[in-house]
């Protein structure tokens, strides 16, 4: 591929991404499943490399989640909240595995746990002297959507922790954060 392929394969690919995104996280319609759209991120990212004079901060492989949604106040994350690299591949689990134990230093004692991919949306609830104060959306991963109320409203998050919870740190805190992803099961 000649770098004008390059160009015009680059524009194509940024054009579709930005497409199932706006139907995957503002209309909730999605036309393809995951695996597919993560494909055509992998493509971009891979012409980027061979081309960085194509790559820039307005390409969506520099992007984190959806747009903001008018219908919420947008508020800063404590610290960036980063989305999760997929992987298909034996080789790039193995590649996973070899950073891993090279970051942690020879003798390194690493253990995993798998689980099935749940689908639904990052969510981090902030807590203060025990107390639910607040929950936002990854949004852009810089900020995210204000969504206290609906969390609250959602059995796996408490409104106040239980007694003891300063208990876990080993420091004394007032506040804590915990990050995860809220869905709802099809059952």
């Known amino acids: 591929m000649n770098q004008d392929q390059a160009r015009r394969r680059v524009a194509e690919l940024r054009a579709d991404i930005a497409r199932h995104r706006k139907l995957y996280y503002d209309r909730a319609t999605p036309e393809i499943a995951d695996h597919e759209y993560d494909a055509l991120e992998r493509e971009l990212a891979d012409l980027e490399t061979a081309y960085p004079e194509l790559a820039g901060a307005e390409s969506p492989s520099e992007q984190v989640g959806a747009d903001h949604d008018e219908r919420f106040v947008a508020a800063p994350h404590s610290r960036p909240m980063l989305s999760l ?75 106040w922790l239980p007694d003891g919870w300063r208990d876990v740190f080993s420091a004394p805190v007032q506040a804590c954060e915990a990050r995860g992803e809220a869905y709802f099961s099809l059952s």
């Not at 891993?100 to 003798?107: A, D, M, Q, Y």
């Not at 203060?128 to 109320?149: K, P």
Request: aromatic letters at 6%; hydrophobic letters at 35%; charged letters at 30%.
């Open 85 to 159: 690299q997929n992987s298909y591949d034996l080789e790039e689990i193995s590649a996973f595995d070899e950073r891993v134990r090279r970051e942690l230093g020879e003798g390194a004692e690493v253990n995993y746990t798998v689980e099935p991919k749940m689908d639904g949306v990052a969510v981090a609830v902030r807590y203060r002297e025990g107390r639910l104060t607040a929950a936002l959306t990854r949004g852009d991963g810089q900020q995210g959507d204000l969504v206290t109320r609906n969390a609250a409203t959602m059995k796996g998050v408490p409104k």
